[in-house]
Nanobody
Framework: QVQLVESGGGLVQPGGSLRLSCAAS??????MGWYRQAPGKQRELVAT???????TYTDSVKGRFTISKDNARNTVYLQMNSLKPEDTAVYYC??????????WGQGTQVTVSS
């Protein structure tokens, strides 16, 4: 069983920055990532990072968001810069554990507004 503890959400003005963190218990974590869900919309992939460090991003955040991880702390980060109102959503940490177990964090609210 993997437990995920998220932190770092909040209210920020357009153009501002936030960093989300997600600390995971457990081992054999294949992929760690972030998803988001805005009101009235489906949950969507934001970014992922594999155990070997390969990253992927949805097009709308490329060049603004950076996903990284600290293997010693089993923690994944999402640095979000140049935030826009359309980035407003609940952000969820997601982990895929070997072989195919999927876990979700509780979600953290990110609001971009002036």
């Amino acid at each position: 069983q993997v437990q995920l503890v998220e932190s770092g959400g909040g209210l920020v003005q357009p153009g501002g920055s936030l960093r989300l963190s997600c600390a995971a218990s457990g081992s054999s974590l294949l992929i760690m990532g972030w998803y988001r869900q805005a009101p009235g919309k489906q949950r969507e992939l934001v970014a992922t990072i594999t155990s070997s460090g390969t990253t992927t991003y949805t097009d709308s955040v490329k060049g603004r968001f950076t996903i990284s991880k600290d293997n010693a702390r089993n923690t994944v980060y999402l640095q979000m810069n140049s935030l826009k109102p359309e980035d407003t959503a609940v952000y969820y940490c997601n982990v895929l554990q070997f072989p195919v177990k999927n876990y979700w964090g509780q979600g953290t609210q990110v609001t971009v507004s002036s």
